[in-house]
């Protein structure tokens, strides 16, 4: 069974940090497979945040470069995105991804809100 649970949303005050966790299933986590995390705002299509490359590197949106960043830990299948000094902008519901053998699957979402 194909699972991507995530935890760590919830409300933060502008310029605050949050750490989103994301425990991916042992069948599809792999150091080969693409994984990643997304955003939903109200109103708005769903859009890229960061994610591993096939190469191994990391690649972020422009409107998080510098204030995000994505990890893993492959002892534990978990996928990390440490948020800092959050805007209101970055509000909405973030999504884990997963891109294995040519399978994508996602987890159900964790809401963030940044609001004084």
């Known amino acids: 069974q194909v699972q991507l649970v995530e935890s760590g949303g919830g409300l933060v005050q502008p310029g605050g940090s949050l750490t989103l966790s994301c425990v991916v299933s042992?069948?599809?986590?792999?150091?080969?497979?693409?994984m990643g995390w997304y955003r939903q705002a109200p109103g708005k299509e769903r859009e890229l945040v960061a994610s591993f490359t096939s190469g191994g590197g990391r690649t972020y949106a422009d409107s998080v470069k510098d204030r995000f960043t994505i990890s893993r830990d492959t002892t534990q299948n978990t996928v990390y995105l440490l948020m800092n000094n959050l805007k209101p902008e970055d509000t909405g519901v973030y999504y884990c991804n997963v891109q294995n053998r040519g399978s994508v699957y996602w987890g159900q979402g964790t809401q963030v809100t940044v609001s004084a």
């Open positions: 042992q069948n599809i986590f792999s150091r080969h497979a693409l």
